[in-house]
């Protein structure tokens, strides 16, 4: 149906995107598919539709998230991140997972609200630091096999943070 999500809302195609005009399009969009449109239009006309609003809906999910964007742009430059397979990751990174495990082991023993914050904090900053990095691989460097290996940390990065958000949560739940 879509060759492209970036040209499907007239977009330049790159990790940087104007937000404001993909939020436009999408509206405008997904006015124009809504089934509410074809209520009284023949059932291969609603299917149709129905696609095609299916279709704009994931291509805005995917180009409004700056992970999905960036894993996205990866895929589409042909490097398959092979997520489930390839877990092969720089060992400075791996060093870091395992502290950041601990650190979290560590939270969730002292069951202190003090060092979540802190935990949340430091991958805070490494996500904000790896989408930094991963922009400067697609736009600037347009090396996309670099950038697919920032990606897949940036993937364990956004995973370990819900991990730490669920403890948090686990914790509030337990002291009230």
């Not at 992970?67 to 060093?95: H, K, V």
Request: aromatic share 8%.
């Amino acid at each position: 149906m879509v060759e492209n999500y970036f040209k499907l809302f007239e977009l330049p195609q790159g990790f940087a995107i104007d937000a404001g005009a993909l939020e436009t399009r999408w509206r405008q969009m997904a006015a124009r598919v809504h089934p509410d449109r074809f209520a009284t239009a023949a059932p291969a006309e609603r299917r149709v539709a129905m696609q095609w609003a299916s279709t704009i809906n994931e291509g805005h999910r995917i180009l409004k998230s700056p992970l999905l964007r960036a894993r996205y742009l990866c895929e589409q430059a042909g490097c398959d991140l092979q997520t489930e397979s390839n877990t092969r990751m720089d060992g400075a990174f791996l060093m870091r997972q395992m502290e950041w495990r601990e650190a979290l082991d560590e939270a969730r023993d002292s069951e202190d609200p003090a060092r979540f914050e802190q935990l949340g904090n430091d991958i805070a900053q490494a996500r904000t630091e790896l989408e930094t990095t991963v922009e400067a691989l697609i736009d600037g460097q347009h090396d996309f096999p670099a950038a697919a290996e920032k990606v897949r940390e940036w993937m364990f990065i956004e995973k370990l943070a819900a991990e730490v958000q669920q403890a948090r949560h686990a914790l509030a739940d337990r002291q009230h």
